[in-house]
C-alpha cells in the first residue's frame, strides 16, 4: 500500500449513507460525535482545581500531581495507533462505542479512590476511554466534508468541543467546594454515559469496505502499515512537533494554572477558576479563526513553526513574571495563539494517503498526547527539583516549557519535508 498524500483515495467516502445517517446529515453527526471529544476536553483538565484538594487529601508531592494529570494523557495517547486501526478495518461508530464506557468506568473509579495508585488507574481507564474521542471527528470530517474545508471545520470542532474546558472553570471550582473533588467526577461519569447513549443512537456510518475485487485488509497488515509511516523521512519532524505543541497549552490549562494563581498570587480556588474558564472561552476563538485562515501546505508550515516560536516567547515571559495583571495577560495571548495549533491537523492529512487517513491522524494524536503526559511529567519533576533548591517552581516550569516549544519547532522546521510541501514548492 502506498502512503503518499497524492495516492488514491481508498476509504469509505464513497459509500452509501444509511436512510439514519441521511436523515442527520453530517453537521449534526458530527456535533453528535463531539460531545464525546467535549467530555476528554474535560477529564483531561480537571487537575488545574482538582490539585489543591487532591494534594491535601492524599498528601500529593508536586512530581506525584503530574503523575496523576498526565496518566490520562499516557493512556490517550497510548491507544491511538490501535484506535486509528480500529476506525480504518471496523469504522467510526464501533471503535467510538466500543471505548467510550471505560470513560463512565474510570469516572467511578476515580471517584470512589482511597488512595494514589486507584485515583492514578481511574484516570487511565477514563484516557482509554476518551482515546477515540477527537480522533473520529478528524476521521468523519476528512471522509464527509469537501478537502478545501478540512482546516475551517477542523478548527469548528475544536471550538464547539472545547466547551468541555468551560466545565473544568468556575462549575467545577464551585461545585468541589460545595461538596468534594469526587462530585467532580461523579458528574463528569453521568455526562460521558449521555454522550456514549448519543452517539449509540443517532451516529451512523457505514462500516469500511475494500474496494471490488481487493482482500480486506487484516489485522496484521494494519499494524505493518504503522511502520511503513514511522519510515517515512518527513514522519520524525511531524511527530517531533506534535509532542510539544498541544501539551505546551494542556500544561498550563489542565495542570499549572490553578497552582500557578494560588501559590504564586494567593488566588483562592474559585478565583483561579474564573481564569481558568476565561482562558477557556478565549481559547475558543482561535482554532476557527486559524482553521478559516489556513494559507495552503507550504506556508501553513512556516506559520506553524513562527507561531510556535512565539508561544514559546509567551512561556518565558510567563516565568519571569511577578505581577497578577502581568501572568493573566500572558496566559490569555498564551490561549489566543494556541489557536493555531489547529493547522497541524490539515498538515498531517496532506502529508500521507488517504486510505490511512485514520492511522496518520492516530499517529499524529498518539503523539500529541504521549507528550502531553511526558510533558506533565517533566514539569512536575521539573517543579520538585527547582523547589528542592530553592528555585521558585514556576519559573522551572515554564521556562521548560518554553525550551521544549523551541526544540520542537526546530526539528519540524529542519526535518525533511512531506512531498506535498515539496511538490507545492516547484
Known amino acids: 500500500m502506498s502512503l503518499r498524500a497524492d495516492s488514491p483515495r481508498a476509504d469509505t467516502a464513497g459509500a452509501p449513507a444509511t436512510p439514519a445517517a441521511r436523515s442527520l446529515g453530517p453537521w449534526a453527526t458530527l456535533l453528535v460525535l463531539t460531545t464525546g471529544f ?120 475544536m471550538a464547539v468541543g472545547s466547551v468541555g474546558m468551560l466545565v473544568t472553570g468556575t462549575p467545577l471550582a464551585w461545585l468541589i467546594e460545595a461538596s468534594s473533588w469526587r462530585m467532580g467526577f461523579w458528574v463528569l461519569g453521568l455526562t460521558a454515559a449521555l454522550s456514549w447513549a448519543a452517539i449509540a443512537l443517532w451516529v451512523h456510518e457505514p462500516v469500511p469496505v475494500a474496494a471490488p475485487g481487493a482482500p480486506r485488509e487484516s489485522l496484521g497488515e494494519a499494524v505493518r502499515t504503522f511502520g511503513q509511516l514511522f519510515r517515512l523521512p518527513h514522519t520524525l519532524g511531524i511527530v517531533l512537533f506534535a509532542l510539544v505543541t498541544y501539551a505546551s497549552f494542556v500544561a498550563l490549562r ?23 474558564i476565561v482562558l477557556s472561552v478565549v481559547s475558543l476563538v482561535g482554532p476557527p479563526l486559524f482553521g478559516r485562515a489556513d494559507p495552503g501546505p507550504r506556508r501553513r508550515r512556516r506559520w506553524l513553526f513562527w507561531f510556535s516560536i512565539a ?88 521556562g521548560s516549557i518554553a525550551a521544549l516549544l523551541v526544540a520542537g519547532a526546530l526539528a519540524f522546521r529542519l526535518l525533511p519535508q512531506p512531498a506535498s510541501v515539496t511538490d507545492d514548492a516547484r
Open 38 to 157: 467535549a467530555l476528554s476536553q474535560a477529564f483531561r483538565t480537571v487537575a488545574a482545581l482538582m490539585a489543591a484538594p487532591l494534594q491535601a487529601e492524599f498528601h500529593l508531592s508536586a512530581q506525584q500531581l503530574g503523575v496523576f494529570a498526565g496518566a490520562f494523557h499516557f493512556a490517550f495517547g497510548a491507544l491511538q495507533l490501535f484506535m486509528g486501526i480500529g476506525i480504518d478495518l471496523h469504522g467510526l461508530r464501533r471503535t467510538v462505542l466500543f471505548a467510550s464506557p471505560l470513560m463512565v468506568l474510570g469516572a467511578s473509579v476515580s471517584a470512589l479512590a482511597t488512595s494514589f495508585p486507584m485515583l492514578v488507574a481511574g484516570q487511565v481507564l477514563v484516557g482509554v476511554g476518551c482515546a477515540p474521542a477527537f480522533l473520529v471527528c478528524t476521521v468523519y470530517i476528512a471522509r464527509h466534508f469537501a478537502p478545501d474545508r478540512f482546516a475551517a471545520v477542523s478548527g469548528t470542532i
Open 254 to 276: 489542565g495542570l499549572w494554572l490553578g497552582p500557578l494563581m494560588m501559590q504564586r498570587h494567593g488566588w483562592s480556588l474559585v478565583a483561579a477558576g474564573n481564569l481558568a
Open 311 to 398: 508561544a514559546a516567547a509567551l512561556c518565558s515571559a510567563l516565568a519571569l513574571a511577578t505581577r497578577p495583571a502581568v501572568d493573566v495577560a500572558l496566559v490569555l495571548v498564551f490561549g489566543l495563539l494556541s489557536g493555531y495549533m489547529v493547522l497541524q491537523y490539515p498538515d498531517v492529512k496532506n502529508a500521507y494517503a488517504p486510505a490511512v487517513t485514520g492511522r496518520a491522524m492516530a499517529l499524529f494524536t498518539m503523539a500529541m498526547f504521549m507528550g502531553v503526559a511526558l510533558m506533565q511529567w517533566f514539569t512536575g519533576a521539573v517543579a520538585s527539583a527547582a523547589q528542592a533548591h530553592g528555585v521558585e517552581p514556576f519559573t522551572a516550569v515554564f
